[in-house]
């Protein structure tokens, strides 16, 4: 099907769980038409399924250009247009090696994903919005602006979001591509699960307000910047940290 110009598009890396998952049933609800990348295709149909008989489901490796290319192909194919892009699909820390002592394979394997996943999904995302608009928004980090030790790919992947968000939104200004960061505190999502309830208190005590975030507090920030009550909000970088970075 192809959807009217006024029906807005949204395309979700990382969408089948966590924060994307949040984010696609937000923006559904608002009646936004979905598109769920993810690289596990059963998850993101499944998700797709339960979301309603618009939203669609296709898989991705962020880390791979052509596979971005075919991912926004679909999205064009399946809706006609894109509007909005949430580039949500990211790695966790697993090493917890120093500077010194972490392998180029262990940083390599973060970058590919967490930077250069989100330089190859914007360049498909702003080919496919030129000449009509959009939004886009990449899922940064607490952690693209502060650090702490023994996650210094993790952290430097997270700083580079940042600079590449504001650098693009410099880039597309006068195209109408609105370009913008949203850096989450700790969030109760499969990263944390993990965790044992010591560990999660632990963390929780990070933050001023005492607890961790539901996805949808996160969700809730993405949509804003999607939406047109956001239409003179680029280059942005939005703390979703309960007061972490206030510290």
């Not at 580039?87 to 010194?100: E, H, I, K, Q, T």
């Not at 590449?164 to 960061?181: E, F, P, S």
Request: net charge neutral.
């Amino acid at each position: 099907m192809n959807a009217s110009r006024s029906s807005r598009v949204a395309l979700i890396t990382g969408g089948a769980s966590g924060i994307g998952a949040a984010c696609a049933r937000t923006l559904a609800r608002s009646g936004v038409l979905i598109v769920i990348a993810d690289r596990s295709l059963d998850t993101a149909a499944a998700l797709a399924k339960e979301i309603n008989s618009t939203a669609a489901a296709v898989q991705v490796d962020v880390s791979d250009e052509a596979s971005c290319r075919r991912m926004v192909e679909f999205t064009i194919e399946k809706f006609g247009h894109l509007d909005v892009a949430v580039n949500c699909a990211g790695l966790g820390n697993p090493d917890r090696s120093r500077v010194g002592e972490l392998t180029f394979d262990s940083w390599r394997r973060l970058m590919d994903v967490n930077l250069d996943g989100v330089f190859l999904s914007m360049k498909a995302e702003i080919r496919a919005m030129l000449g009509g608009g959009g939004s886009i928004i990449n899922i940064s980090s607490v952690m693209g602006t502060v650090a702490v030790s023994g996650a210094c790919a993790y952290i430097a992947s997270k700083h580079g979001v940042v600079g590449l968000t504001k650098a693009a939104a410099l880039d597309y200004a006068k195209d109408g591509i609105r370009v913008n960061a949203v850096a989450p505190g700790y969030v109760d999502t499969p990263m944390l699960a993990n965790r044992t309830e010591a560990q999660r208190a632990e963390i929780a005590s990070r933050h001023p307000l005492g607890r961790i975030a539901t996805p949808e507090e996160v969700a809730a920030v993405v949509a804003f910047l999607a939406s047109s009550e956001a239409s003179f909000v680029s280059g942005a970088y939005y703390t979703v940290d309960g007061g972490y970075t206030a510290l």
